[in-house]
């Protein structure tokens, strides 16, 4: 079962998440990051920031990308890479991968799964989760066993993501993410949700059943995951006191 790990607010998580990535970056230098974005993984940018790590070596791939959208739009998921990720952090942007970033669309999932295969893969894989539970941009009823392919977003995720364009007509339908089977793949999973928005799909995702239905719920399958939610986020999970219970009795050794 995924550790569940509650926590009082954003800036902890974020804290808590990067503490693991500065963990395995001293144990392997040249580490394979999966990134996020959306507004998530953010406390993990900042506190990762201002810890100066090297990450000269470290290579990274996003998660997924929008299609359609004019190059260099300052809401495309490479730009945001860059902007949260990549310039804040030092990394070098040329080790730095996002789905259709070869431009032939057509060929973009191979090629992608082919650049994560050769990097031996994803050691931590950075996740949110859509309030229609989905992971990546892996929408309700994506196959358990899918690869990095062009999507269709449900109009569920181009309303939440409106915020970030002028209005709802400018959020693309298309995008291009890696699957669930490519993110099951990774050798560590770190989901991290914040607000009562939330609330339902992590219950799904960590305590229903697994199901296409609910995409994030294919994190069961994985035999190393870590969920970081705030109270919010964690307001309908049943075994709640159970995971608070399980956290302040971790042997410290453990780490995430
Ligand atoms: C983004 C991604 C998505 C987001 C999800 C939540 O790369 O893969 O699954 O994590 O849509 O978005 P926020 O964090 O903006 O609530």
């Known amino acids: 079962?995924?550790?569940?790990?509650?926590?009082?607010?954003?800036?902890?998580?974020?804290?808590?998440?990067a503490d693991a990535i500065q963990a395995l970056v001293r144990h392997r230098p040249d580490a394979v990051l999966g990134v996020a974005t959306g507004s998530t993984p953010l406390p993990v940018y900042r506190a990762l920031g201002g810890r100066g790590l090297p990450l000269d070596r470290v290579r990274a791939f996003a998660l997924d990308e929008y299609v359609g959208l004019p190059e260099g739009h300052p809401e495309s998921y490479a730009a945001?890479?860059?902007?949260?990720v990549t310039d804040p952090l030092g990394l070098d942007p040329a080790r730095v991968r996002v789905p259709g970033d070869t431009g032939a669309l057509r060929t973009a999932g191979e090629d992608y799964e082919a650049a994560i295969a050769a990097a031996d893969g994803v050691?931590?894989?950075?996740?949110?989760?859509g309030t229609d539970g989905h992971i990546g941009f892996n929408e309700p009823g994506s196959s358990l066993a899918s690869r990095t392919r062009i999507k269709t977003l449900t109009e569920q995720t181009r309303r939440d993501n409106a915020?970030?364009?002028s209005s709802l007509a400018d959020v693309p339908r298309h995008c291009i993410t890696q699957g669930l089977g490519t993110i099951l793949e990774a050798r560590h999973l770190v989901l991290l949700a914040f607000g009562e928005g939330k609330a339902e799909a992590i219950a799904g995702a960590v305590e229903g059943?697994?199901?296409?239905?609910?995409?994030?719920?294919?994190?069961?399958?994985?035999?190393?995951?870590?969920?970081?939610?705030?109270?919010?986020a964690a307001s309908r999970l049943a075994l709640a006191q159970y995971y608070r219970d399980?956290?302040?009795h971790k042997p410290e050794w453990q780490g995430l």
């Open 123 to 129: 050691d931590l894989q950075l996740l949110g989760i």
């Open 246 to 248: 399980v956290y302040a």
């Open 80 to 84: 945001v890479v860059r902007r949260e």
């Open 209 to 232: 059943p697994v199901t296409a239905s609910l995409p994030g719920s294919a994190i069961q399958l994985h035999p190393h995951v870590t969920v970081v939610v705030d109270e919010a």
């Open 163 to 165: 915020r970030f364009f």
């Open 1 to 17: 079962m995924a550790e569940v790990i509650i926590v009082p607010d954003q800036a902890t998580a974020g804290e808590l998440v």
